[in-house]
Each structure stands twice: as structure tokens, then as C-alpha cells.
């Protein structure tokens, strides 16, 4: 079975993570819509335990928000409910006729840590995300082709896709970027226009996977 843990990230993998990611900010619009009406479904408490990654999915379970969810997704949802407090939206509180409201807003309130794990890999996101398909592939590619392929022109707007989702695997798994993960999406949404569905993720993958397979066989 598939889970967003295996270690290899695989097209099943990627389609599972990329539904949880619709799932959780379908999630955070209906918790907007509902606290419109009532300000205590986002109150400080909700909100304290949203934006800790590891007791959000108790949270959910509890006020029925992932009962549609099968239970072994329950932690990455959380996970990544959790990650859009840190890098999408936020609790705007204000008193309105004596009484406090809350709205959820887009853009970061919270800073998030940030994972200084890059280094290994030229401490580029995009670096790090085909290192990722290399050691998914068994590729020996070394640092310099992995840059090359990364600023290729023809293939700017597939990495920019592919380090996104990847990102999105992380964070399903309790890691991720912080408030870089909000920048890489407000990028890919201006410069790519492309949709996170899997299909398009993983033709993406594939062009490259050649490109790092060339590079490989030099």
C-alpha cells in the first residue's frame, strides 16, 4: 500500500498527496464560511491547535472535519492544514458591535521554521526536488548537472511544478518550508498558470527525468 510516507515518491504517492491538498484547503474554506457566522469555530484555541502540525488532525477528527478522510490520512491532512496556517492564510481578528470576528485571510500570519536541508544539493529548492527523482530513479548526477537542469529554460516552468509538489509531499509528512512554500506558489501561479493535478505533475516528471538521465549518461 501506498502511503505518503513510503519512501519513494511514486505517481500513487503524488496523487495521494495531491488529494489530501485539495481536501485540506476545501477544509480551510469551509472553517472561513463557517466562522462568518460564528467567530468561535476560528477562536484562539482553534486556531493554536491548527497551526501545531501534529495536533491538528485531532482537532479535525474531533469537530468532523475529515470523516470523509480515511483514517491512515488522517496525520497528513493535518499535516498540511496545519502547513497553510504557516504559509496561506491566516486569522484576522476585530471587534464589530461589541463582539470579536474572525475572518480567515490569504497570506502568512505565522512564521513557520524553515529546514536547512539543501545544502547537500546546492541549497536550491529545485535542486533538491530532482535529487529527489535521481535517487528515485538510482541516477548518478552530480551537482552540476543538477544545476544546469535546473536553470534550463525549456524545462524552468516542470521544475517549478515538480519542486512544488515535492514540497507538498513534505509537508504532508510534518516538514516543509515555511513561508517559502507560499512564494513557490504565488511563482508557479504567475509564471506556469499550471494545475496540481497528477497528470500534469507527472508528465512533468518524466521530461525531467530525461533531461537528468542525459546528463547521467555523459
Known sequence: MHTVHSKRISRAVMARVLALHERAYAILLGLGRAALSDAAVLSREAESALLDRRRAAAWLRAHGWCDDVAAADHDAL???????FHTSFHV???ELGGEVDAQLRLGPGHAAPSHARRARHGGSASRE??????????????HAALRLVAQSSSLRDDARLWTYAVGLVARARGGGEGAADWA???????????????????????RLLVALSREASR
Request: glycine residues 8%; aromatic residues 8%; hydrophobic residues 45%.
Open 78 to 84: 493535518g499535516a498540511l492544514v496545519g502547513s497553510f
Open 92 to 94: 484576522h481578528r476585530f
Open 129 to 142: 526536488a530532482l535529487h529527489r527523482i535521481c535517487r528515485d530513479e538510482g541516477l548518478r548526477v552530480d
Open 184 to 206: 513557490a506558489w504565488r511563482v508557479l501561479r504567475r509564471h506556469a498558470g499550471r494545475s496540481l493535478d497528477v497528470d500534469a505533475v507527472w508528465e512533468a516528471r518524466e
